[in-house]
């Protein structure tokens, strides 16, 4: 079968750190994209490497539209295509309302949905006319509970579920699905700063009584883009320990 190209935004820790070396392992060439962090970005690509795959880092702000047409026009280039996009990069300026700053809820959705937006524009075209591609959106399960001083991320999240749902309803006629994925709380960076206290609480509203590891959320994006899931589309898939049902 024909070598894939995808592209994980947000792909240098964390999840999206982990989808990429998920997907590399089925043979797909990996092109990760970053805003920060260039040695994280570069471990990946040589742990990628070291284990036989391909892999090439992109550094830029999906949240600028001419940056990421700019660089997707790059990779297009290189590659001739993009078969799968998977929309993770994102961040969190967490605070309640009353404190919330203007210039923080303008860069979450800035990010975290238009940043998404930027980039199936830049790559759409290229997967209409091959008549195939899979796109992922990387949502929380904040979009669907909502969570106290989170108003900016969970509002971020919750419209990627609705540019989700209408977007695969625009491109199912030609062979592209669009999905996806809502993690619940997941062993990153983040959640590893939290007060024990704080993970206390949230561990006992999870039904598994553990936190998710990015490996759990990988395997459910390797799962939407391969041949298995051709006739999946405008789902969201949660995972998420049954915190979310």
């Given at each position: 079968?024909?070598?894939?190209?995808?592209?994980?935004?947000?792909?240098?820790?964390?999840?999206?750190?982990?989808?990429?070396?998920?997907?590399?392992?089925?043979?797909?060439?990996?092109?990760?994209?970053?805003?920060?962090?260039?040695?994280?970005?570069?471990?990946?690509?040589?742990?990628?490497?070291?284990?036989?795959?391909?892999?090439?880092?992109?550094?830029?702000?999906?949240?600028?539209?001419?940056?990421?047409?700019?660089?997707?026009?790059?990779?297009?280039?290189?590659?001739?295509?993009?078969?799968?996009?998977?929309?993770?990069?994102?961040?969190?300026?967490?605070?309640?309302?009353?404190?919330?700053?203007?210039?923080?809820?303008?860069?979450?959705?800035?990010?975290?949905?238009?940043?998404?937006?930027?980039?199936?524009?830049?790559?759409?075209?290229?997967?209409?006319?091959?008549?195939?591609?899979?796109?992922?959106?990387?949502?929380?399960?904040?979009?669907?509970?909502?969570?106290?001083?989170?108003?900016?991320?969970?509002?971020?999240?919750?419209?990627?579920?609705?540019?989700?749902?209408?977007?695969?309803?625009?491109?199912?006629?030609?062979?592209?699905?669009?999905?996806?994925?809502?993690?619940?709380?997941?062993?990153?960076?983040?959640?590893?700063?939290?007060?024990?206290?704080?993970?206390?609480?949230?561990?006992?509203?999870?039904?598994?009584?553990?936190?998710?590891?990015?490996?759990?959320?990988?395997?459910?994006?390797?799962?939407?883009?391969?041949?298995?899931a051709a006739y999946i589309t405008?789902?969201?898939?949660?995972?998420?320990?049954?915190?979310?049902?």
């Amino acid at each position: 079968m024909e070598e894939r190209v995808a592209v994980v935004t947000g792909g240098s820790r964390g999840i999206g750190r982990s989808i990429a070396l998920r997907l590399a392992r089925d043979g797909t060439k990996l092109i990760i994209t970053y805003l920060k962090g260039k040695e994280a970005a570069e471990q990946v690509i040589k742990e990628i490497e070291s284990q036989g795959g391909k892999a090439w880092a992109y550094q830029f702000d999906v949240a600028n539209f001419e940056e990421t047409e700019k660089n997707f026009e790059e990779i297009l280039a290189k590659f001739n295509k993009i078969d799968y996009l998977i929309n993770n990069a994102g961040l969190v300026k967490d605070n309640f309302l009353l404190r919330m700053k203007e210039q923080d809820w303008d860069r979450v959705i800035n990010v975290n949905l238009k940043g998404a937006f930027n980039c199936i524009k830049a790559v759409v075209k290229s997967m209409l006319k091959q008549k195939f591609g899979r796109i992922v959106n990387i949502t929380s399960v904040v979009a669907f509970m909502g969570n106290i001083g989170q108003v900016n991320y969970a509002a971020s999240k919750a419209g990627l579920v609705g540019l989700t749902k209408s977007l695969a309803k625009e491109l199912a006629p030609k062979g592209i699905t669009v999905n996806a994925v809502a993690p619940g709380f997941i062993e990153t960076d983040m959640t590893a700063s939290l007060p024990e206290k704080v993970k206390e609480n949230m561990l006992k509203a999870i039904p598994l009584a553990r936190f998710g590891k990015p490996e759990e959320v990988a395997e459910a994006v390797a799962f939407l883009v391969s041949d298995k899931a051709a006739y999946i589309t405008g789902q969201v898939i949660h995972v998420n320990g049954g915190m979310y049902m």
